[in-house]
């Protein structure tokens, strides 16, 4: 069974970088693409970026440009979303999704369980 | 960016009731890259609906989307009370993808 685990909860300074992880199973890793979404408290989820996990094609939000990078390890069958020059308003919940391919018209299909990243000086 | 607006913001029900969730783009979406969405406190998204009509895997035959253009509809038929939680919808057909402002739908 699909399976989405991702790392433990952070905190960081202003201005530092955060590196979280999500490492899948139970499916072909390299024949989807993960996204990463943010959820700050009490809003909705904003999308971040996405990696083709096959080729390592990476695709971001203009409003993260420069700062995030999403990476991927073949091997693992893990992606890394790393987020740098922390604010305080990068506190959010932050998750990884599987789009679905075809048979979910691309849907974000199953998730992590989320990763809770504090900014605090 | 296409931009999601759900109404209403809060719905209060009592478990056997029917919902009705709205959900208006800023823009024609294509169908097939409209999702629904389902989330409890301290869980991540669940996935619903797909495609503005398709049910997920496992998802119970109370849960129906409808819609075409520019609305779209999440029913929830007799209320369970699991399904008490926050929903949200999702275009994909756009970049950025983007999600709605939710409607959470709570215990009278």
């Known amino acids: 069974q699909v399976q989405i685990v991702q790392s433990g909860a952070e905190v960081k300074r202003p201005g530092a970088s955060v590196k979280v992880s999500c490492k899948t199973s139970?499916?072909?890793?390299?024949?989807?693409?993960i996204h990463w979404v943010r959820q700050a408290p009490g809003q909705r989820p904003e999308w971040m970026g996405w990696?083709?996990?096959?080729?390592?094609?990476?695709k971001y939000s203009e409003k993260f440009q420069g700062r995030l990078t999403i990476t991927r390890d073949t091997s693992a069958s893990t992606t890394h979303m790393e987020l740098s020059s922390l604010r305080s308003e990068d506190t959010a919940v932050y998750y990884c999704?599987?789009?679905?391919?075809?048979?979910?018209?691309?849907?974000?299909?199953?998730w992590g369980q989320g990763t809770r990243v504090t900014v605090s000086s | 960016e296409i931009v999601l607006t759900q109404s209403p913001a809060t719905l209060s029900l009592s478990p056997g009731e029917s919902a009705t969730l709205s959900c208006r783009a800023s823009?024609?979406?294509?169908?097939?890259?409209l999702a629904w969405y389902q989330q409890k406190p301290g869980q991540a998204p669940r996935l619903l609906i797909y495609?503005?009509?398709k049910r997920a895997t496992g998802i119970p035959d109370r849960f129906g989307g409808s819609g075409s253009g520019t609305d779209f509809t999440l029913t929830i038929d007799r209320l369970d009370p699991e399904d008490f939680a926050v929903y949200y919808c999702?275009?994909?057909?756009?970049?950025?993808?983007?999600f709605g402002g939710g409607t959470k739908v709570e215990i009278k």
């Open positions: 139970g499916f072909t890793f390299n024949s989807y693409a």
């Open positions: 999704a599987r789009e679905g391919g075809y048979s979910s018209a691309y849907s974000f299909d199953f």
């Open positions: 990696i083709i996990a096959g080729n390592g094609d990476t």
């Open positions: 999702h275009q994909y057909l756009n970049s950025p993808p983007t």
């Open positions: 823009q024609t979406l294509s169908y097939t890259y």
């Open positions: 495609g503005a009509t």
